[in-house]
């Protein structure tokens, strides 16, 4: 197998398990190395240090086993299993939930990979060029792993580096479409994997939709983004006196009408518009609502655009504020993976204070057990929330 070699006292945080080795970090590489290839990370003085794939870019290996363990087809089912196991330790593969997130990258050590499974059908997204070429051990893995897993969707066109010219195609590898109905704690919902954003559903909420279930009963509820209507579903069985949906995509709102309806057939409590979400906090009248979820999609995907994520999240956050009634509760969140916890909490506190009103923290969330974060890669956690209580 190939190695390659870190410059000297590069190894150190290899050494405390973190899963990358950046380019910096490479003294040397071996003759006709190609991308995605599975190669043997060495220190300066020959010490092996593990296994991973090697990849062109800031992160030049992504580590799959510190030690020598083989990279194989039991490889995969090992770590399968293990991630499985988790789940149902966790309660959550179980009849009236068939939606979880199987595998979460490094949080399952498998760097690169991301797997969702929707009752019969796990979703399948690689980010990485290593795992990319293990798409089929891995697939037929997954099924052994999961024997109620019988089809496995590749979805991967807009994950992988686009430098590495991979040209991956969206399809079946192994089963075919039976089924875009999930069960979700009780409820259904239609998982739009073939076309939809990530996996086709933002199974990272699940945890944070159950919360708000709670404070919803008799309550005027406003989702905004609402993408599929996850949090509308959860509101609406949580005895919302109203549920309104804003998505400034027509598909979205396609996709949270037909599961509003799949739950809640006939209720007139739902009503769902294709709108620019400041444009509506704008135009809705002071204490409409008293329970408003702002849920956007990632504001900063790379740290250069950390500054005017922060300016977003300030202003989205204060027309919240300025316009939620009275004793009204705000559930906000960002998954901008560059945007730390304090720094989200920082633009929070500036849109409160900006609005003069009194504010108070209820919960502090993140992603639920199925995301879990790598204790060594501490980069995992994404997701970050508040439930404010606005006087």
């Not at 220190?43 to 030049?60: E, K, Y």
């Not at 919360?211 to 309550?219: A, I, P």
């Not at 005027?220 to 804003?246: D, E, I, P, W």
Request: hydrophobic residues 40%; charged residues 25%; glycine residues 8%.
């Amino acid at each position: 197998m190939k190695e390659i070699k870190l410059r000297k006292g590069k190894e150190e945080s290899l050494d405390r398990f973190h899963p990358w080795v950046f380019s910096g970090a490479v003294a040397s590489l071996p003759p006709e190395l190609e991308e995605g290839d599975t190669v043997v990370v060495v220190a300066a003085d020959g010490r092996r240090i593990g296994t991973g794939h090697f990849q062109i870019g800031s992160i030049a290996v992504r580590m799959l086993t510190f030690g020598n363990e083989e990279i194989s087809y039991a490889f995969y089912l090992g770590r399968l299993s293990q991630a499985l196991r988790l789940r149902q330790a966790l309660g959550l593969d179980r009849p009236d939930n068939e939606a979880f997130r199987l595998v979460h990258g490094e949080g399952d050590f498998l760097p690169g990979l991301v797997v969702d499974v929707y009752g019969s059908t796990a979703v399948m997204q690689a980010h990485s060029p290593g795992m990319h070429f293990a798409r089929n051990t891995i697939a037929k893995a997954i099924t052994e792993a999961c024997p109620t897993v019988k089809n496995v969707y590749y979805k991967s066109e807009t994950t992988l580096p686009y430098k590495a010219h991979l040209d991956p195609v969206n399809a079946y590898i192994i089963g075919e479409y039976r089924t875009d109905v999930a069960l979700e704690n009780g409820l259904k919902f239609r998982v739009d994997w073939l076309k939809g954003q990530k996996t086709g559903f933002f199974v990272d909420q699940r945890d944070n939709r159950s919360l708000l279930e709670h404070y919803s009963h008799g309550r005027k509820v406003l989702n905004m983004f609402c993408y599929t209507g996850g949090f509308s579903v959860y509101a609406m069985r949580g005895q919302a006196r109203l549920v309104h949906s804003v998505d400034s995509s027509a598909k979205a709102i396609s996709l949270t009408d037909a599961n509003v309806a799949l739950n809640f057939p006939g209720d007139d409590r739902h009503k769902a518009f294709a709108e620019d979400a400041f444009k509506y906090l704008d135009n809705i009248g002071q204490g409409e609502y008293d329970l408003i979820i702002l849920d956007p999609p990632a504001f900063a995907k790379h740290r250069s655009a950390l500054r005017n994520a922060l300016r977003g999240y300030q202003r989205l956050n204060a027309r919240a504020i300025e316009r939620i009634a009275p004793g009204g509760i705000l559930f906000t969140f960002s998954c901008s993976q560059a945007v730390s916890k304090e720094q989200f909490r920082l633009a929070v506190f500036s849109a409160a204070a900006q609005t003069g009103r009194r504010v108070r923290i209820l919960h502090q969330l993140t992603q639920p057990a199925d995301h879990p974060v790598n204790i060594y890669h501490p980069e995992g956690e994404y997701l970050k929330g508040l439930v404010l209580y606005v006087e």
